[in-house]
């Protein structure tokens, strides 16, 4: 079990480019969650997926952001046209836990993708 | 509008000392409550769990209490070590798992 990965762990990016992070999640895992996260705060729940369905988007999630988890596997959370307030580490959480109901399984958090618009 | 607190000022201890962290919580019924660890640059690791039935939780130098009424719970770290500076993070799921976090509390433990 090598825990929840993410990629790259650090990007710098120009305002206006589009950027893409990379999940891999515990194997067997079938939920994952995106959290963002700024200095000196605990992380904002973004969306969340059982399996490959997107179950739920935060107000946050602007229309410039998109995430995908094809074939339940693997995610991507998408980032288009860049702005300076986006800049935050962007935190991918995998479990595992029955379709309906969270039962309290432990959440596994990756390290994180720092992204810094300039 | 859901809230969670945590006391935002730094926490200096000295080691061996207990170090007591609050985490408060209003507009919410959360099924489970966590505690996680965060170090610079670094993702929370989990380290508690309580469900809303119960009332303390256990596990190794760390005590959690869970007081629904208060809308409260405690967190201790007891024979604290300089290992232990780090920023703690209450978290309340709800039914699904969505986690919505404090801001975290630093502790710093000096030797």
Known sequence: ?118 | SQKIEQNSEALNIQEGKTATLTCNYTNYSPAYLQWYRQDPGRGPVFLLLIRENEKEKRKERLKVTFDTTLKQSLFHITASQPADSATYLCALADSWGKLQFGAGTQVVVTP
């Open chain 1, 1 to 118: 079990d090598t825990g929840v990965s993410q990629d790259p762990r650090h990007k710098i990016t120009k305002r206006g480019q589009n950027v893409t992070f990379r999940c891999d999640p515990i194997s067997e895992h079938n939920r994952l969650y995106w959290y963002r996260q700024t200095l000196g705060q605990g992380p904002e729940f973004l969306t969340y997926f059982q399996n490959e369905a997107q179950l739920e988007k935060s107000r946050l999630l602007s229309d410039r952001f998109s995430a995908e988890r094809p074939k339940g596997s693997f995610s991507t959370l998408e980032i288009q046209r860049t702005e300076q307030g986006d800049s935050a580490m962007y935190l991918c959480a995998s479990s595992w836990g029955p379709r309906d109901r969270y039962s309290g399984n432990t959440i596994y958090f990756g390290e994180g993708s720092w992204l810094t618009v300039v």
